[in-house]
Nanobody, 123 residues
Framework: EVQLVESGGGSVQTGGSLRLSCAASGSTFDDYAIGWFRQAPGQEREAVSCTRNSDGSTYYADSAKGRFAISVDNARNTVHLQMNSLKPEDTAVYFC????????????????WGQGTQVTVSS
């Protein structure tokens, strides 16, 4: 199993940037898929970006393509989500999660979750 600790959330204006970090302990990411999810008030949790470090494969939600980038720092066992050109509709609590096995964009498939970090984008 892995333990996940998130950081990097905050409040920005429209068009600003944030870099979220998810530090893992207990295991490396070699055998896991890592996903970033978000949940806005009154909405279901949805996948934003996912990666499998073993082969470098990535997934981006349509809303994130061209603006967000997921990356892995193997030396620090940390996954980052660089978010640029932020919009008010990006406002949500963002979670990182780990899944042992094949990558998935379904929250129910993930076994381990971080505590969540609030991202607020004002117009």
């Amino acid at each position: 199993e892995v333990q996940l600790v998130e950081s990097g959330g905050g409040s920005v204006q429209t068009g600003g940037s944030l870099r979220l970090s998810c530090a893992a302990s207990g295991s490396t990411f070699d055998d896991y898929a890592i996903g970033w999810f978000r949940q806005a008030p009154g909405q279901e949790r949805e996948a934003v970006s996912c990666t499998r470090n073993s082969d470098g494969s990535t997934y981006y939600a349509d809303s994130a393509k061209g603006r967000f980038a997921i990356s892995v720092d193997n030396a620090r066992n940390t996954v980052h989500l660089q978010m640029n050109s932020l919009k008010p509709e990006d406002t949500a609590v963002y979670f990182c999660a780990a899944l042992r096995g094949e990558p998935s964009s379904i929250p129910y498939d993930y076994d381990y979750w971080g505590q969540g970090t609030q991202v607020t984008v004002s117009s």
